[in-house]
Protein backbone atom coordinates (compact mmCIF):
# COMPACT_ATOMS: atom_id res chain seq x y z
CA UNK A 1 0.00 0.00 0.00
CA UNK A 2 1.12 3.05 -1.29
CA UNK A 3 2.13 6.37 1.77
CA UNK A 4 -1.10 8.12 -0.33
CA UNK A 5 -2.91 5.01 0.60
CA UNK A 6 -2.04 4.96 4.14
CA UNK A 7 -2.72 8.12 4.69
CA UNK A 8 -5.85 8.28 3.53
CA UNK A 9 -7.11 5.09 5.39
CA UNK A 10 -5.76 7.09 8.18
CA UNK A 11 -8.00 10.55 7.35
CA UNK A 12 -10.85 8.28 6.84
CA UNK A 13 -11.04 6.21 10.16
CA UNK A 14 -10.33 9.77 12.27
CA UNK A 15 -13.64 11.00 10.36
CA UNK A 16 -15.30 8.08 11.48
CA UNK A 17 -14.24 7.79 14.79
CA UNK A 18 -14.83 11.60 15.22
CA UNK A 19 -18.81 11.09 13.64
CA UNK A 20 -19.56 8.50 16.02
CA UNK A 21 -18.64 11.01 18.86
CA UNK A 22 -15.19 7.98 19.77
CA UNK A 23 -13.44 11.17 21.00
CA UNK A 24 -11.41 9.75 23.48
CA UNK A 25 -10.01 7.32 20.98
CA UNK A 26 -9.46 10.21 18.42
CA UNK A 27 -7.54 11.83 21.06
CA UNK A 28 -5.68 9.57 21.21
CA UNK A 29 -4.30 9.58 17.13
CA UNK A 30 -2.98 13.10 18.45
CA UNK A 31 0.70 13.85 20.25
CA UNK A 32 1.38 15.24 22.94
CA UNK A 33 2.60 18.51 21.49
CA UNK A 34 0.01 18.54 18.92
CA UNK A 35 -1.35 21.73 17.76
CA UNK A 36 -5.02 22.16 17.09
CA UNK A 37 -5.85 25.20 15.11
CA UNK A 38 -9.23 26.62 13.26
CA UNK A 39 -8.49 30.33 11.68
CA UNK A 40 -10.68 33.14 11.79
CA UNK A 41 -13.26 32.88 8.57
CA UNK A 42 -11.53 36.47 7.76
CA UNK A 43 -7.98 35.36 8.09
CA UNK A 44 -7.32 32.36 7.00
CA UNK A 45 -3.22 32.63 7.71
CA UNK A 46 -4.22 31.11 10.75
CA UNK A 47 -1.09 32.17 12.36
CA UNK A 48 -1.99 32.23 16.10
CA UNK A 49 0.48 34.78 17.20
CA UNK A 50 -0.29 37.42 14.63
CA UNK A 51 -4.24 36.17 13.83
CA UNK A 52 -7.56 35.86 15.69
CA UNK A 53 -8.45 32.15 15.33
CA UNK A 54 -11.71 30.30 16.33
CA UNK A 55 -9.39 27.26 18.12
CA UNK A 56 -6.26 27.13 19.07
CA UNK A 57 -6.05 24.33 21.44
CA UNK A 58 -2.47 21.72 22.88
CA UNK A 59 -3.14 18.25 24.02
CA UNK A 60 -4.47 19.73 27.49
CA UNK A 61 -7.44 22.32 26.23
CA UNK A 62 -8.33 19.22 23.46
CA UNK A 63 -8.88 16.87 26.65
CA UNK A 64 -11.04 19.84 28.07
CA UNK A 65 -12.67 20.20 24.74
CA UNK A 66 -14.08 16.20 24.82
CA UNK A 67 -14.50 16.20 28.25
CA UNK A 68 -16.51 19.61 27.81
CA UNK A 69 -18.62 17.81 24.48
CA UNK A 70 -19.16 14.47 26.60
CA UNK A 71 -21.09 16.18 29.55
CA UNK A 72 -23.96 18.41 29.50
CA UNK A 73 -22.34 21.29 30.29
CA UNK A 74 -21.95 21.86 26.50
CA UNK A 75 -25.31 22.90 25.61
CA UNK A 76 -24.64 23.08 21.72
CA UNK A 77 -23.92 19.44 21.99
CA UNK A 78 -26.28 17.75 24.21
CA UNK A 79 -28.00 15.86 22.78
CA UNK A 80 -25.21 15.51 21.19
CA UNK A 81 -24.86 16.21 16.91
CA UNK A 82 -24.96 14.02 14.21
CA UNK A 83 -22.31 14.99 11.86
CA UNK A 84 -21.05 13.59 8.70
CA UNK A 85 -17.44 14.03 7.38
CA UNK A 86 -15.99 13.84 3.66
CA UNK A 87 -12.56 13.70 3.09
CA UNK A 88 -11.14 14.62 -0.20
CA UNK A 89 -8.17 15.74 -2.58
CA UNK A 90 -5.58 14.20 -0.07
CA UNK A 91 -2.38 15.45 -1.23
CA UNK A 92 1.05 13.72 0.60
CA UNK A 93 4.00 15.62 1.04
CA UNK A 94 7.11 13.23 3.00
CA UNK A 95 8.90 15.27 5.13
CA UNK A 96 11.79 14.28 7.51
CA UNK A 97 12.20 11.57 10.07
CA UNK A 98 8.63 9.83 9.22
CA UNK A 99 7.31 13.41 8.87
CA UNK A 100 4.26 13.57 6.69
CA UNK A 101 2.61 17.05 5.41
CA UNK A 102 -0.87 16.03 4.51
CA UNK A 103 -3.43 18.65 2.85
CA UNK A 104 -7.09 17.86 2.34
CA UNK A 105 -10.37 19.03 1.04
CA UNK A 106 -12.94 18.20 3.83
CA UNK A 107 -17.15 18.30 4.12
CA UNK A 108 -18.46 18.23 7.48
CA UNK A 109 -22.16 18.28 7.98
CA UNK A 110 -23.94 18.94 11.24
CA UNK A 111 -27.43 17.61 12.15
CA UNK A 112 -29.25 19.00 15.13
CA UNK A 113 -32.37 20.15 16.26
CA UNK A 114 -33.91 19.79 12.53
CA UNK A 115 -31.09 22.29 11.31
CA UNK A 116 -28.45 21.59 9.26
CA UNK A 117 -24.35 23.45 9.11
CA UNK A 118 -22.14 22.71 6.58
CA UNK A 119 -18.52 23.32 7.29
CA UNK A 120 -16.38 23.57 3.79
CA UNK A 121 -12.96 23.57 4.21
CA UNK A 122 -9.17 21.94 3.98
CA UNK A 123 -6.79 20.64 6.41
CA UNK A 124 -3.42 20.95 6.69
CA UNK A 125 -1.75 18.65 8.89
CA UNK A 126 1.59 17.08 10.04
CA UNK A 127 1.81 13.06 11.04
CA UNK A 128 4.18 11.33 12.41
CA UNK A 129 4.76 7.66 11.86
CA UNK A 130 3.16 5.36 14.43
CA UNK A 131 4.09 2.03 13.79
CA UNK A 132 1.97 0.99 10.94
CA UNK A 133 -0.33 3.97 11.63
CA UNK A 134 0.20 7.80 12.45
CA UNK A 135 -0.26 10.36 14.84
CA UNK A 136 -1.28 14.02 14.39
CA UNK A 137 1.40 16.00 15.47
CA UNK A 138 -0.50 19.18 13.60
CA UNK A 139 -4.02 19.96 12.35
CA UNK A 140 -5.14 23.31 10.87
CA UNK A 141 -8.87 23.28 9.59
CA UNK A 142 -9.28 26.14 7.35
CA UNK A 143 -12.87 27.01 6.45
CA UNK A 144 -13.90 28.61 2.90
CA UNK A 145 -17.06 30.07 4.69
CA UNK A 146 -16.45 33.89 4.89
CA UNK A 147 -18.68 33.88 8.29
CA UNK A 148 -20.10 31.59 10.12
CA UNK A 149 -23.48 33.67 10.40
CA UNK A 150 -25.56 30.77 9.91
CA UNK A 151 -23.66 28.46 12.21
CA UNK A 152 -23.45 30.88 14.87
CA UNK A 153 -19.97 28.84 16.49
CA UNK A 154 -18.12 25.91 15.71
CA UNK A 155 -19.06 23.25 18.89
CA UNK A 156 -17.58 20.32 17.09
CA UNK A 157 -14.00 19.11 16.63
CA UNK A 158 -13.77 19.69 12.52
Known amino acids: MSLTERVTRFLHWEAWLLDNWRLEEWLALVTDDISYVVPAADCPEGDPQNSVVFIN ?3 TLLRGRITR ?8 EFPTSRTRRFITNVLVDDGPEQTVHVTASFQVYRFRSRQTAVYVGYYEMTLVADGETFKIRSRKATLDQEALDEHGAISIIL
Open 57 to 59: DDL
Open 69 to 76: LQSRHAHR
